[in-house]
């Protein structure tokens, strides 16, 4: 059973703002929030992670809702490169740890 | 940053024979490595989590007697698959934690094997 909701796919020009957004209403108080994303026949790639707090790197940022019970993942100024399926997964370190992929959401970037 | 490699990257075999895959984590120790599969047009699927000096753990409906999981040191989990069939074609990808981080961090991934069987 899936943790997380996300949209199958969406479209974005190129060098726009890109806001995809994950729905995990049932999230547990140790569970980190991750995303991901995956380019044809490679193995996905690590975009961003956290727990309550708002965060930034050179990738993207990620928002946190206040409850925790949804996020979004924001692509500042999409690429072509860009283009991919972007995952967005629950990972509770302290209890199995595991990571599972949901059906991830397919982005679509328009020159 | 840290650094996952499978190998072989392409490996077609014939039915009825095995087949290793290897992931290595290159500069860094990791206790768990993680093994999926992935169909095409499908998500990756996580078929079971190899522990360092232990068994693996399996996921439902993936036989342990097939997927053969060994995971000998802290940079090294192989997955073999045996008497592999057409329907054992797919990609298989590995992820590994770095030990210092190990569950909060972030997972780093291989970058897959994709195995035909014929």
């Known amino acids: 059973d899936a943790k997380t909701t996300q949209p199958n796919s969406m479209e974005s020009n190129e060098e726009e703002p890109v806001h995809l957004p994950c729905n995990h209403s049932?999230?547990?108080?140790?569970?980190?929030i991750h995303w991901y994303r995956q380019l044809p026949s490679q193995g996905p790639e690590y975009v961003i992670h956290?727990?309550?707090s708002n965060v930034n790197n050179r990738m993207a940022s990620l928002a946190i809702a206040e409850d925790r019970k949804s996020s979004t993942l924001i692509l500042h100024r999409a690429t072509l490169r860009d283009a991919a399926v972007y995952y967005c997964?629950?990972?509770?370190?302290?209890?199995?740890?595991?990571?599972?992929f949901g059906a991830g959401t397919r982005l679509t970037v328009k020159p | 940053g840290a650094v996952v490699s499978q190998h072989p990257s392409r490996v077609i075999c014939k039915s009825g024979t095995s087949v290793k895959i290897e992931c290595r984590s290159l500069?860094?120790?990791?206790?768990?490595m993680f093994w999926y599969r992935q169909f095409p047009k499908q998500s990756l699927m996580l078929m079971a989590t190899?522990?360092?000096?232990?068994?693996?753990?399996?996921e439902q409906g993936v036989e342990k007697d097939k997927f053969l999981i060994n995971h000998a040191s802290l940079t090294l989990s192989t997955l073999t698959v045996t008497s592999a069939h057409p329907e054992d074609s797919s990609f298989y990808i590995c992820?590994?934690?770095?030990?210092?981080?190990?569950?909060?961090?972030?997972?780093?991934f291989g970058e897959g094997s994709r195995l035909t069987v014929l």
């Open positions: 992820s590994a934690n770095q030990r210092r981080r190990e569950g909060t961090g972030e997972l780093f």
């Open positions: 049932t999230i547990s108080g140790t569970d980190y």
């Open positions: 956290g727990l309550t």
């Open positions: 997964i629950l990972r509770d370190p302290y209890n199995n740890n595991d990571m599972r």
């Open positions: 500069d860094f120790q990791a206790t768990t």
């Open positions: 190899s522990n360092e000096g232990s068994k693996a753990t399996y």
